[in-house]
């Protein structure tokens, strides 16, 4: 089994990319992006297109698409990466949230447009996604979220409740009890978007350095100091090679923010694991179906997420070890054994087709969770600092439609986006360490117990431990402000 190497979905492309040249000395643009993701390169690629004659320049510490952009699991979900309840203390209140999840579902056919218009080939498929109840305390849980659904005002064309039967007959999931179906949800290989997507914004002229970290991002006046008079207009990305000054620099680094100086305790770098199967027989694919590719996940408080890849095989993802002390990230995605053996028996708990067939590839990767658990969108024309981030595992269409917005706030272009509630939305920092560390592993020791006493009695009918489960699963919630 391979393990790190980024992730599969680099390898399965022949390896990692060919490196672009690093900054070759200091410069001066129009637009300064510091991330080589998916929110820095839709940014890139939107604002080239709204100013064809602006200096664009995406500065990357690694590779474009090196972090939860090339490994995720594929998901393009329109699920608000955030809470309904603290996103509607925005000026635009619940109407304000209805326009965000309205424009995430559009996000979605929006990334499959350019996918088409770029020749982007990243195995687009947009098939739904398909939760899955495996005990009756999960199926419990979907049936309390589908009622605050339909009370919400979200009808079947949105979410569709799916009996034992309706379910398996999408995906055989071994044990699933009834399911939820999103239809606004693709299916993608992730390092392919992130490629064609950087290649994308270089044909509209945007420059992408690589191997290229900012050290530090500071608005243009504090770098001159008080001493030269008044505040300069702009801002300055500081690296190694040179500083890059322009009008406006966006912060686009997610889940590695916490390493800029100022930033440590802004957003936590979660981490999420993946391994992937070898291709699965067609006898297996039989059993399981599968066919309408749905990207798939299940109702357990520590949960999993998974796809039919297009090479068939199973990509499974999970939380395994949740966050490594003082917001340290992986070293190019190498997971811990213990938690590919968890995943792995997830997996063979979920799809005993499978079973058998061997895991290929195992990597990890780290996304960007603030305090409250939403993200945000933000710009200050003044400073011509900004960022966006802190989807909370939420990224892949999020980034899109943030990029879309950060591209119209750049250029002051009037449209509903730089109104949706995200727009400014402002976190409190996390707790300093020891407290972090100790605060999410115990979040996710409380999880998993109460995932295990949850599932303990399979009947799940009037069991003390499946009770105790889902009071710990709640507390779970409440102490960590999980909008579920
Ligand atoms: C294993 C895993 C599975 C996931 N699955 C899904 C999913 O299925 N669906 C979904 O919606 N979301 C998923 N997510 C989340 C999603 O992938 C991210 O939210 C999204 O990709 C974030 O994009 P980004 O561009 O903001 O950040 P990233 O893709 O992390 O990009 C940030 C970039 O900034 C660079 N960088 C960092 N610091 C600096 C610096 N100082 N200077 C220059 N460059 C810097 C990094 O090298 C990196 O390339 C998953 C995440 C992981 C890790």
Redo the contacts with the bound molecule.
Sequence with gaps: MRNGEVSYWWQARGGFPARRPSLPGPLEADVCI????????WTAYYLAGLRPGWRIVV???????????????????A?LPGSRARYARAAGGAAGVRALEEALRSTVDEVGRVCAAESIDCDFTKGGTLAVATSPAQLARMREGLAGIREWGDGEDIYQYLSRDETRARVNVAGALGGLYAPASARIQ?AAL?AGLAAAAERRGVEIYEA????LIEPAGAARGAAAGGAAAGAVAR?KFGDVRARSVLR??????A??PGLRRALLPM????VVTEPLAPAAWQEIGWAGCE?LGDEAHAYM?A?RTADGRIAL?GRGVPYRYGSATDHLGMTDPSTVTALTRVLRRMFPAAASAGIEHA??????VPRDWCASVTYHPASGMGW??G?T???????NLAGRTLADLVTGEKSELSTLPWVGHRSRTWEPEPARWAGVHGLYALYRLADRLESAAPDGTGNAQVRVGEALGRVGDKISGIPH
């Design positions: 510091v991330g080589g993701g998916y929110t820095g390169l500065l990357e510490a690694a590779f474009a698409g090196y972090g939860a952009s090339g490994r995720n699991g594929g998901w393009v979900t699920a992730p992130a290229t970290p900012a050290s690296t686009c680094t997610e889940g590695y923010t390493a800029l981490n999420s694991h993946m990207t997420y796809q993802g990597w990890c990767g780290v996304l960007g966006a981030g989807y595992g939420h990224g892949v269409a999020a980034a």
